[in-house]
């Protein structure tokens, strides 16, 4: 939706579609096609199909501002088919984890022709660049993903001290989610370990506060046992996966927002408790710190360190006013930063500044043959 607002207010007209997994039925004519997972078709109906044709024509008078936009590097061969038959530059985002590994020789294809990046983070691009150097003349602009839009909850912190403070963590519990080559709970790079770790120290210098799990995945039997094995069987609570509407409950209900995730391309989550007036306790590595600074919406620690971990917490859970000042800060943050609006607007000037990089290597390209 982000993306489409941008294309929109560009001025390209109304966006055209092509959707790689949805069910082909799904997708109104005149809004596009989908594919059902179906990558071979995909890729030759971007090479031949005569409506791609009919598209270009419709275009034509706006051929100056037309861009194609590939959400997916996967899909990059696509992107650059229908670039090479409609003669607009393409642009591609590059999302956490999925870019950072040494790609296919077929996403390299894709991508050999791309007029630009749109990195979730200035992180995810590095760790692109780091497994795939060819691609570093390629410009990148860091354009953030935030949220519709989301009331403020009606009370940000608990207002009287010692009261329990209750902590919320929002994410799937996936064997996926590995470090490369570790076994056990504590390769997990979501944190679920350090977490569980640093809540026993955390109830044992304040007795009372309480851990909310919220998510689910083929990893929760195992973070389940951890649970025990650390001790903190009546700390930790598990909600497994929640309507909206009972998701919103539990970021009322609660007090701080943690997640020591490690690896994260961006962290969409700590965007969404900052929304809600939460303060958040992450750590300093991945595209975390872009999304939210050391003291100000929340607290930063070291990756890995489970006593730094506990000390955030307790320090948090001893402290309303202070919590709900960093929950004060995260809400601004997230309306100057995050909101809907502010990425079209990202979004936007990326995508413009990309076509006019086009234009100029055209106009330059042109000359040249003259």
């Not at 706006?62 to 590097?73: D, E, N, P, T």
Request: hydrophobic residues 40%; aromatic residues 8%; glycine residues 12%.
């Amino acid at each position: 939706m982000l993306l489409h607002g941008a294309l929109s207010d560009l001025g390209c007209g109304n966006p055209w579609v092509l959707a790689a997994n949805d069910p082909p039925d799904s997708a109104p004519p005149a809004m596009g096609r989908a594919f059902g997972g179906n990558s071979v078709s995909m890729c030759r109906y971007a090479r031949f199909s005569g409506v791609v044709s009919a598209a270009a024509r419709g275009q034509s008078r706006a051929a100056a501002r037309s861009l194609i936009v590939c959400a997916h590097i996967g899909l990059s061969p696509v992107a650059r088919l229908l670039s090479d038959r409609l003669g607009f530059p393409y642009a591609v985002v590059l999302h956490g984890v999925e870019a950072w590994r040494k790609l296919r020789l077929r996403d390299r294809w894709g991508l050999r022709r791309a007029s630009g990046f749109l990195s979730c983070s200035q992180h995810t691009h590095r760790q692109f660049i780091r497994y795939n150097p060819d691609f570093a003349c390629v410009p990148v602009h860091a354009t953030a993903w935030g949220t519709g839009e989301i009331e403020p909850m009606e009370r940000m912190g608990k207002l009287l001290p010692g009261e329990p403070c209750r902590f919320l963590c929002v994410s799937r519990m996936s064997t996926g989610d590995r470090f490369s080559g570790s076994r056990g709970v504590g390769g997990l790079y979501k944190g679920f370990r350090v977490l569980l770790d640093a809540m026993k120290e955390v109830s044992r210098r304040k007795p009372g506060t309480t851990l909310d799990l919220v998510g689910t995945g083929d990893a929760r039997a195992e973070i389940e046992r951890h649970v025990f094995a650390a001790g903190v069987a009546g700390v930790v609570r598990f909600w497994g996966e929640l309507s909206d509407d009972d998701l919103a409950q539990k970021y009322r209900e609660a007090d701080v927002f943690v997640l020591p995730s490690e690896r994260e391309g961006f962290g969409i989550v700590f965007v969404e408790a900052m929304a809600r007036g939460l303060p958040c306790v992450g750590v300093s590595a991945g595209g975390i710190p872009e999304v939210m600074e050391n003291g100000v919406g929340g607290l930063l620690v070291p990756p890995g360190d489970e006593a730094a971990l506990a000390d955030a917490l307790c320090t948090l859970a001893g402290n309303p006013s202070f919590r709900e000042r960093l929950g004060r800060e995260g809400r601004r943050r997230w309306e100057n930063e995050f909101t809907r609006a502010a990425c079209v607007r990202q979004l936007k000037s990326a995508l413009s500044a990309i076509a006019r990089q086009r234009q100029t290597e055209a106009g330059a390209a042109a000359m040249r043959l003259e």
